[in-house]
């Protein structure tokens, strides 16, 4: 027992100096001074007092908790935080900030989250950490669904700029036929994601697998209907296809710059 609490430990040590390494570095690439005016930006738009806050997962997200953090406690604000990963909630208890979930909390004032492509019209693709399911069930919650991200998310349609397809859950005792389903429904490449540390697949939060479906970037697809039709597949969990959920996204830049788009209103299904 002795030696399974210094790994614990260690592991925990180990995590928060890389945070702490990210958030302070003085010597801050464009790609990450991008990812941190962004979500500075939206967090000073959008976070009041007495809001419940649904965080996102990626890296990007680590710079809004740290400017919740911040503004929490220098302005005495008090909010209730729900994580949609592993990962966002130690970013939340590493930060002080109050966690909460959706049992005690099912309706939430505002969502922020990264996204992996986000196109014209504002429909993304998110699950690139393996968290879309969580990140979905989330995002629904709110009444407000913000994305924030560097520049090199920014693109006209989906798959022009993000290559590594569609993150889709899938039970793992389904996973060939619902790849080879998709390959007959939609065509393109189909693989399951293996894990960079271990031997064997990635394994979601949930116990489940991850397939990627690389789709033709030369199509013009109808997303909603695309998205429809893969969750109607036996075994799928979920997709990483966040079509009418997001509201407003937030773009930075290497120089520190932020713009925004806003969705139009005819496309939101919230």
């Known amino acids: 027992m ?7 430990g260690f592991g925990r040590s180990v995590r928060k100096l890389h945070l702490s390494k990210l958030l302070n570095s003085t010597k801050m690439s464009g790609i990450e001074e991008g990812k941190k005016c962004a979500a500075f930006a939206a967090v000073d738009e959008l976070v009041k007092d007495n809001q419940v806050i649904g965080i996102g997962s990626g890296s990007t997200i680590a710079y809004a908790v740290q400017r919740i953090a911040t503004r929490v406690k220098s302005e005495n604000m008090k909010v209730i935080c729900i994580p949609t990963s592993f990962q966002a909630r130690q970013l939340i208890l590493q930060s002080g900030l109050t966690l909460s979930d959706l049992e005690r909390h099912s309706e939430l004032d505002l969502a922020i989250d990264g996204a992996d492509e986000v196109d014209a019209q504002l429909n993304l693709i998110k699950g690139g950490g393996g968290c879309l399911t969580q990140e979905k069930i989330v995002a629904s919650c709110a009444r407000d669904f913000v994305i924030i ?37 939609f065509g393109g490449q189909i693989e399951l994601r293996m894990a960079k540390q271990k031997a064997g697949p990635l394994v979601t939060d949930n116990g489940n697998f991850i397939i990627d479906w690389k789709f033709s970037a030369d199509k013009v697809w109808d997303w909603t209907a695309t998205s429809t039709q893969l969750k109607m597949i036996p075994g799928v969990v979920e997709t990483g296809l966040f079509v009418g959920f997001a509201r407003k996204v937030f773009f930075g830049t290497a120089d520190s710059q932020v713009t925004t788009r806003l969705a139009p209103t005819a496309t939101l299904v919230k």
């Open 2 to 8: 002795g030696s399974s609490a210094e790994i614990v």
């Open 149 to 185: 991200a560097d520049e090199r998310k920014d693109t006209v349609q989906l798959g022009q700029r993000w290559e590594k397809g569609v993150p889709i859950e899938v039970i793992p005792m389904a996973y060939t036929p619902v790849m080879k389903k998709i390959q007959q429904m």
